[in-house]
T-cell receptor, first 110, second 112 residues
């Protein structure tokens, strides 16, 4: 079964500390993976996607097919990074369903 | 800039009422989606549509129906609202294929 697991509901770090939000997936094929972010009182929006291999707002994510993981990392957390983060998977087989994880709330303390 | 709008930010309804949630996108996207967002459960897909008059069930379609008569508009209908349908409802749209989804601001529905 296709599944996305974000093991941490809440992650709290100090400003300037490294941060890693974990995402593990279960899928037999080769999926497309995304990180979406929802800041307070804003709509859910794309942060980055695997295929673009970009760094957005200092965040990067590497697809590890062996470990079936797509962890989100940032070397130095900022207070404005505090938000809800969702990892998502879309099968690359022409289907339209995207499967979201339960989300991790990141709190960056001053 | 993609714009996805939802008809209401907050709604309060009574058990048994019929509820309509509307979503409009202005970017000519083929795909449109309705999700529920609940704490600890993430986003769960209710229904999606990949073309006008086409619809597919998501993971939790029970108690809901949808309508897509025009490409830009996707409506979610709760035929007889129940308290367990109290939730945040998010609409999203995307172009054809495996593409980024663009979300509306959400409708927080409270069923009493």
């Amino acid at each position: 079964a296709q599944r996305v697991t974000q093991p941490e509901k809440l992650l709290s770090v100090f400003k300037g500390a490294p941060v890693e939000l974990k995402c593990n997936y279960s899928y037999s094929g080769s999926p497309e993976l995304f990180w979406y972010v929802q800041y307070s009182r804003q709509r859910l929006q794309l942060l980055l996607r695997h295929i673009s291999r970009e760094s957005i707002k200092g965040f990067t994510a590497d697809l590890n097919k062996g470990e079936t993981s797509f962890h989100l990392k940032k070397p130095f957390a900022q207070e404005e990074d505090s938000a809800m983060y969702y990892c998502a998977l879309s099968p690359n087989t022409g289907g339209f369903k995207t499967i979201f994880g339960a989300g991790t709330r990141l709190f960056v303390k001053a | 800039d993609v714009k996805v709008t939802q008809s209401s930010r907050y709604l309060v309804k009574r058990t048994g009422e019929k509820v309509f949630l509307e979503c409009v996108q202005d970017m000519d996207h083929e795909n449109m989606f309705w999700y529920r967002q609940d704490p600890g459960l993430g986003l769960r897909l209710i229904y999606f549509s990949y073309d006008v008059k086409m619809k597919e069930k998501g993971d939790i379609p029970e108690g809901y129906s949808v309508s897509r008569e025009k490409k830009e508009r996707f409506s979610l209908i709760l035929e007889s609202a129940s308290t367990n349908q109290t939730s945040m409802y998010l609409c999203a749209s995307s172009t054809r294929g495996v593409e980024t989804q663009y979300f509306g601001p959400g409708t927080r529905l409270l069923v009493l």
